[in-house]
């Protein structure tokens, strides 16, 4: 099974600055099978970015991914406040098994 | 537009049963694979099951396996989850999850609201 770590596990910033977060995998992610999502408080979780770098349909141009193999990371451009939530990533291509990380939480500094 | 509606959840005693739903609107529920995720209070995201389009393939967390069945009723455009044998540690909030795509190899792109299972005593 893949493990997927992420760091760091909160980061404090205030609105406006750049955020960027980090996801691991243990082994290699095929064909960058990789998803982030956000998840607010009392709310589900909502896809933001699949196949590593595509956007989800009306996920703002602030929010952008990278990376592939092992090493995968979510860039925030400038933080909105809506934006203070926590964040996932999960790989989906090694099925039958689908994993996320532990999850980074974005915090206001 | 998609809607994923969770019901089913409560307060429920260890060993006892419990069967959630998922009902599903605004696409061809047939078309997609469909998983449950859970949330432990203050937790993070697992994995729980998935079943194919058709109902022909169902795979398990290994936490579940043997205790949780995941089924379809595609004419009720309706997804379920039986849970047997509950333990404390099943206690969580549960979601039902969208497949983007066909393929096992897909994404979620719409989820359910959730509905809170608490397993106590």
């Known amino acids: 099974e893949i493990v997927l770590t992420q760091s760091p596990g909160t980061l404090s910033l205030s609105p406006g600055e750049r955020a960027t977060l980090s996801c691991r995998a243990s082994q290699t992610v095929s064909s960058s099978y990789l998803a982030w999502y956000q998840q607010k408080p009392g709310q589900a979780p909502r896809l933001l970015i699949y196949g590593a770098s595509s956007r989800a349909t009306g996920i703002p141009d602030r929010f952008s991914g990278s990376g592939s193999g092992t090493d995968f990371t979510l860039t925030i451009s400038r933080l909105e406040p809506e934006d203070f939530a926590v964040y996932y990533c999960?790989?989906?291509?090694?099925?039958?098994?689908?994993?996320f990380g532990q999850g980074t939480k974005v915090e206001i500094k | 537009q998609v809607q994923l509606v969770e019901s089913g959840g409560g307060v429920v005693q260890p060993g006892r049963s419990l069967r959630l739903s998922c009902a599903a609107s605004?696409?061809?529920?047939?078309?997609?694979?469909m998983h449950w995720v859970r949330q432990a209070p203050g937790k993070g995201l697992e994995w729980v099951a998935v079943m194919s389009f058709d109902g022909n393939n169902k795979y398990y967390a290994d936490s579940v396996k043997g205790r949780f069945t995941i089924s379809r009723d595609n004419s009720k455009n309706t997804l379920y989850l039986q849970m047997n044998s509950l333990r404390a540690e099943d206690t969580a909030v549960y979601y039902c999850a969208k497949t983007a795509a066909g393929t096992w190899s897909a994404f979620f792109d719409y989820w359910g609201q959730g509905t809170l299972v608490t397993v106590s005593s």
């Open positions: 605004g696409f061809t529920f047939s078309s997609y694979g």
């Open positions: 999960q790989q989906y291509g090694s099925s039958p098994t689908w994993t």
